[in-house]
């Protein structure tokens, strides 16, 4: 996992190199853009298991049974992206959020009452992402995209007493609006001041997942950034 | 003011006023079988190759270094204090709800064991078939419950129960090969060892691999004072398995080994589905409360502990 991150910051590295315009007297477009603000990630289930006892016949017998899930929280998000063509981004991201995992426990063979049994998660998102836009229709200003992007997921359990890993697959589409625009003189470059908007799928492999299989849930984020 | 408990899941025994762990100083243990052992359906060969497969299954855990060697045919009987640990057959129509008993001979001035025999009862119907055989006793179920026994291990409350007609209990499910009561006749579901029983033997018995377990320790209380006796179970929801431990204090504190590392719904609950002595010899486990589910998942670290964990219970 470590090489394919290696290999993915190298080639954000190497496009960042290559000059994306000829040099003319024209102002230059920007090529760069920062971007942070606030992630809103959604709930997603880790999956069910019964606690079983063993009957004489080998076969189960329920002592009670769980459903585990990664609850809504919010988080900050931010992202470095590289114009590689008019209409093709490609970014580096972080995330961080503290959603809670959460077990309802249920149909407790003594009669137990079901309870809802819970511990915070701190989660941490490293990735890259590939964004393509739209072409332009109406508002000219506004900028439709669709984004794609793979991460390394870390998640934190009870005081960073226990760590898990994971990956985390991500696409959706966003909105960026522009604010306000000012030219350098000096370089001749052009700074963009605005806000984006994204909803994206997250698709979580591994991590603090119970069951092995994949699971998914949605994700919104708002973010000012700066083109420049 | 119940005597100290012995620990968890494993036998203890009082050296110089501190409790020790019994256990085998040195392995592989050597055994030997009672050339007596034959009773009607169960050959001397038959039990020979019952024992060392259910010898066996102890011995393949991969975090448990326990090992066992076979000595051959002896004259001595189970229970004969001569230095050699004998497996065998003895009628004892007394001892009419015992299918077999482990016996230890132990050196007290350090706590480890020096012999231990063990007799399957030959009052009952013995099978050795390879699927069991109806209203017939499976003798590998039961030897490896005994060998569990012969290694240190103590009895297991991994198991649910309803009483019979005849003031018995019925095994509903366990958990645990070491749970008190044993499956119905017929039944080879005894065979196999659980997550319990391997945590159990690889405390006692550790290889290396067994370094990156956790615990989770803390205390039981109800009404504010601490609970001896109570019954706690962890489970991963993320492995399905089930390990428990008990109160082993008046302060009510417990630890439970052996656990992968992770978050674990902790359950506890009353120990009342077996007779008590089964546990302790103290009779002063106090079975009022409810059944309690913890409202926090406890997460084991990697070879750590979880750090106290307080679980209060009410009155029934």
Known sequence: MKSLWLSLALTIIGMAGRPAFAQTGAPSPPRFEAAAGAQFVGSSSLGSREANLTTSTAGTLRLFS??????????????????????????????????????????????????????AVKQYVVGGSALWYLPRKGEPALRLFVIGGAAFLRQLHNGNTYAVNGRQFEFGAGVKYPLATARSKKSNRVRTFGIRADGRVQVRVDGATFDGNAHSGPALSAMAFIRF | MPPPAAAYLKFGVSVNGRQVTLKWAQTPVRYFVSARSSVSGVGVVDFEGAVARAFARWEAVPTASIAFSYGGLTLARPGDEDGSSTLGFENRPELDRVLASTSFFIDDSNGTLIESDIFFNSTFQW??????????????????????????????????TELNQSGGRRVLGAEAV?????????????????????????????????????????????????????????????????????????????????????????????LDDADIDSFFDSPTVDVDFRVLLSDRLIVVPRGGDSGGVELQVVRK
């Open chain 1, 66 to 119: 769980t459903s585990s899930t990664l609850r809504p929280a919010a988080g900050f998000e931010g992202r470095l992206g590289i114009r590689v063509s008019r209409s093709f981004d490609v970014e580096a991201f972080g995330a961080y959020a503290k959603p809670s995992l959460q077990t309802q426990i249920a149909n407790d063979l003594e009669n137990a009452p079901a309870t809802d049994a819970s511990e």
């Open chain 2, 127 to 160: 099978s050795v078939s390879a699927n069991g055989e109806t209203g017939r006793f499976d003798l590998e179920s039961i030897a490896v419950h005994e060998i569990g026994h012969f290694s240190g291990l103590g009895h297991s409350a991994l198991g649910e």
């Open chain 2, 178 to 270: 070491m749970f008190p009561i044993a499956f119905a006749s017929g039944s080879t579901a005894g065979r196999t060892l659980k997550p319990d029983d391997i945590a159990g033997i690889s405390d006692i018995y550790p290889t290396g691999d067994f370094s990156e377990a956790g615990s989770l320790s803390g205390r039981v209380t109800r009404d504010g004072q601490g609970l001896f006796g109570a019954h706690i179970t962890a489970f991963d929801p993320k492995t399905g398995t089930i390990i428990g431990g008990f109160t082993l204090t008046t302060r009510g504190e417990f630890s439970i080994g052996g656990l992968s590392p992770g978050p674990k719904v902790v359950r506890v609950e009353p």
